[in-house]
């Protein structure tokens, strides 16, 4: 419902939304005003006259998402997804801002191709996109790529992550760490020992033996985990761990938590929800690394997000063109993407199970992420003077199963025929909508 | 049936009777002058072989061949990237020849599963990458029943017989195995007691999920065994460390004379081939009177034979009156 008598320059009043706040039942009612980029007013008599109205009622308004792992593929393979396509599908999944890994082709690890996909995001417009600078020069592993230039950059790069290969060297990586501590920087590990999965095709357990594929170890990630969080213990430097795929893993950080150490973690909405039972038909779009894991390392994985083990859900979105799906399973890329699905997953696998209530999804998908990713501006409580990212979701929208078309240029989703609840209504970034109605602005 | 036969768990005990006991008619024709049966006339079968294997790829051809199929052998050497056609690509092909089955052998696990979800006709898997190679199965499970259960039986050889109560070795490289998942599950299905030996490193972590029982001492398992099946081992496994020589492993797991004197009288050794003289089985096993490794090759034909007429639903059988 839009009034368009007398606009005021793109006011926005959304009316009868519910913010959540840990620990309230039933909360009320209020409404939100948006207007020069940020959230002039919240309350339940909040008006504004000449605004534009969306009404809510039945929605709760979330501090718009914040995405810590995202593949746009661009620059080098446009033919999967490109940084508008890609933040298209981010802003329909409620994304207000995403980080692009650093593996295109060329590799992101000069100032030059950070600060190429920072303005591209600029261009796209549907959510802001904070470039992730490589570690390694080539994503080789052998020599530091140009970290302090890249942080110094437009692109104001704070998150460096060789992503689809780990730093497997210790000594490399303990300098890494310790180097980006004179910016403020985190180097997110992707922890994979590389010679515990040579050739490893899926998780190493049942599946992988009755398949006759070759197994990909929980001791290979957890491994890289453990050394790393001992060095960033011991260099007093920020890490953080990608895509924590295994109950062991969550243990490993549940204990560096616990003494202190400067560690944070996230897990992805496919290990929250699928298992590596869905790889009996050899379907490579059920193919991702770290690989799909057991029901055990999924209650485990779930029990850690609710507790703040694991600081946030990142989706690791990874498109692939149909060819590189539609093969055999050892031929077939690794990934799987997430974006458009990342909140209804969460709701179906954490708050539908009574795991972590609205608020708490609020934190694991926005507030945690964006403090993780030292990105100014972004996952910032919903409150008078924060800046206008608004997710309004319906989690009383009726469950239905995904279709793999989206605004990603690519349809490998693991969830599509599976039904998800909710909806994201609307997103707004800097007080303007990029969604409206389930459809980009 | 199934409409494919892509592994050894698609088959109830009641289906892989029914190949076992229509591979025993069969077997009869060979016996003949004349060694054709019209069955599948006008039908074609497409060997779509991604790996050199002329041992299985014969065997395959001969066996359509005497069911008067068309036979196409299709040889794509190397993977399908290397070859520069993805194998959807090839499936669409031989979908549009209009192939009744396609039999293939190819490098990566899961192919044949794959390769069913394209094309119409039926799929026999005859051989997967490190999954499973069902036929193999079948013809092993048909040699072992014709040479341990036919005494047992009372009247009409062993057909309808199962492995009931039989005590099966499978020895080796079961990790890298497709023979040896395919034993386990075929011979295991028909009633037999199946026992892995091997060293831990060649048998998946998890091995105790497989309905068999696994054992790391070949020695305290040879007494109690009706069959001793030796899989092939390759050198190069020694590269990856998973046993420090080929000399320890012959000596830890190898078949020799003296292994073999432990075994019951009554008892056969078998090889999938092709062996490695001299590592895992000595050469005065493998010519032995035990030894069925030239049995179960003759035996591959009937049973492939077997499996095409059934999977492809050959009219003219056994009207043509194959002696009994």
New interface residues.
């Given amino acids: 419902m839009t009034n368009n008598a007398v606009t005021d320059n793109g006011s926005w009043l959304i009316r009868g939304v519910t913010i959540p706040a840990s620990g309230r039942q039933g909360e009320e009612q209020t409404s939100i005003l948006l207007g020069s980029g940020s959230i002039t007013a919240i309350g339940p008599d909040v008006d504004h006259p000449g605004a534009r109205i969306l009404d809510a009622g039945g929605l709760i308004a979330l501090p718009g998402l914040v995405d810590l792992h995202t593949h746009l593929r661009e620059p080098g393979r446009e033919d999967a997804e490109t940084v508008e396509t890609g933040t298209a599908a981010a802003a329909l999944g409620g994304y207000a801002a995403v980080h692009a890994m650093a593996n295109t082709d060329p590799v992101a690890d000069t100032a030059g191709v950070v600060e190429q996909v920072w303005r591209l995001g600029r261009t796209a417009g549907h959510c802001d996109v904070q470039p992730v600078g490589a570690v390694t020069v080539g994503l080789n592993g052998t020599r530091l790529a140009e970290l302090g230039t890249m942080a110094d950059s437009a692109a104001r790069v704070r998150v460096f992550s060789d992503d689809g290969r780990c730093v497997s060297d210790p000594l490399l990586m303990r300098r890494a760490l310790e180097y980006v501590k004179a910016f403020d920087g985190v180097i997110a590990q992707h922890a994979q020992d590389p010679r515990l999965t040579e050739g490893a095709?899926l998780n190493?357990?049942?599946m992988?033996?009755?398949?006759?594929?070759a197994?990909w170890?929980a001791v290979a990630e957890e491994a890289v985990i453990a050394r790393d969080c001992l060095l960033a213990a011991h260099v007093g430097s920020a890490l953080h761990v990608c895509h924590v795929s295994t109950a062991g893993s969550a243990e490993i950080i549940r204990w560096a938590k616990s003494k202190g150490w400067p560690v944070t973690a996230e897990v992805t909405p496919h290990h929250l929800l699928l298992t590596d039972e869905l790889t009996a038909?050899?379907d490579p779009v059920f193919k991702v690394n770290p690989p799909l894991r057991t029901e055990a390392d999924v209650a485990e994985l779930r029990r850690a997000l609710a507790d703040g083990t694991i600081d946030c859900v990142a989706t690791d979105h990874a498109p692939h063109p149909v060819?590189a799906k539609?093969?055999?399973?050892?031929?077939a890329a690794f990934g799987m993407t997430g974006l458009e699905t990342a909140l209804r997953v969460v709701q179906r696998a954490m708050v539908d199970t009574g795991l972590l209530d609205w608020a708490g999804v609020a934190d694991r998908m926005s507030v945690g992420p964006a403090r993780i990713g030292r990105l100014a501006g972004h996952g910032i409580p919903l409150a008078p003077g924060a800046p206008g990212h608004v997710t309004l979701y319906d989690p009383a929208a009726p469950a239905e199963a995904v279709t793999p078309a989206g605004a990603s240029k690519s349809r490998n989703t693991p969830f599509a025929g599976i039904e998800l609840p909710g909806r994201v209504v609307a997103t707004f970034l800097r007080g303007v909508p990029t969604v409206l109605d389930g459809k980009l602005a | 049936m199934k409409r494919h036969l892509i592994s050894a768990a698609d088959l109830t005990r009641g289906d892989a009777l029914l190949i076992l006991d229509t591979a025993e008619e069969l077997a009869h024709l060979a016996d003949r002058p004349i060694k054709k049966l019209p069955t599948l006339r006008g039908r074609t079968v497409v060997n779509l072989f991604y790996e050199d294997s002329t041992r299985t790829r014969i065997s395959f051809e001969a066996a359509a061949k005497r069911l008067s199929a068309d036979v196409i052998n299709f040889s794509a050497k190397g993977?399908?990237?290397g070859k520069g056609e993805?194998?959807?690509d090839t499936a669409l092909t031989l979908e549009a020849m209009g192939a009744d089955a396609v039999v293939i052998r190819?490098g990566?696990?899961?192919?044949a599963?794959?390769l069913a979800g394209w094309v119409r006709g039926s799929v026999l898997n005859a051989g997967?990458?490190?999954?499973?190679h069902p036929t193999q199965a079948l013809l092993d499970a048909f040699t072992i029943r014709r040479r341990l259960m036919a005494r047992r039986a009372s009247t009409a050889g062993a057909r309808g017989a199962g492995l009931d109560g039989l005590r099966v070795t499978i020895v080796g490289d079961v990790l890298h195995s497709?023979v040896a998942?395919s034993n386990v599950l075929l011979l295991s299905t028909l009633g037999a007691e199946v026992t892995l030996a091997a060293p831990p490193t060649l048998l998946?972590?998890?091995?105790g999920?497989?309905p068999c029982a696994v054992s790391y001492d070949l020695d305290s398992e040879l007494p109690k065994s009706d069959v001793v099946m030796m899989l092939r081992v390759q050198q190069e496994r020694m590269t990856a460390a998973y046993f420090p020589s080929v000399r320890e492993y012959s000596r830890r797991y190898g078949l020799d004379a003296a292994r073999m004197a432990r075994l019951p009288g009554h008892a056969i050794v078998m090889h999938p081939g092709p062996m490695n003289r001299g590592v895992e089985i000595a050469a005065e096993v493998a010519d032995s009177v035990r030894s069925t490794i030239v049995e179960q090759v003759a035996n591959g034909v009937t049973t492939r034979m077997a499996v095409l007429y059934l999977l492809l639903g050959g009219t003219e059988f056994p009207a043509t009156g194959v002696a009994q």
């Avoid at chain 1, 992988?208 to 594929?213: D, E, I, P, V, Y």
């Fill in positions: 095709q190493e357990g049942e992988s033996a009755r398949l006759g594929l197994g170890p038909g050899y060819e539609e093969t055999e399973w050892a031929e | 993977s399908s990237v993805s194998l959807k190819h990566a696990s899961g192919a599963h794959r997967d990458g490190t999954h499973e497709r998942r998946p972590l998890a091995v999920s497989w």
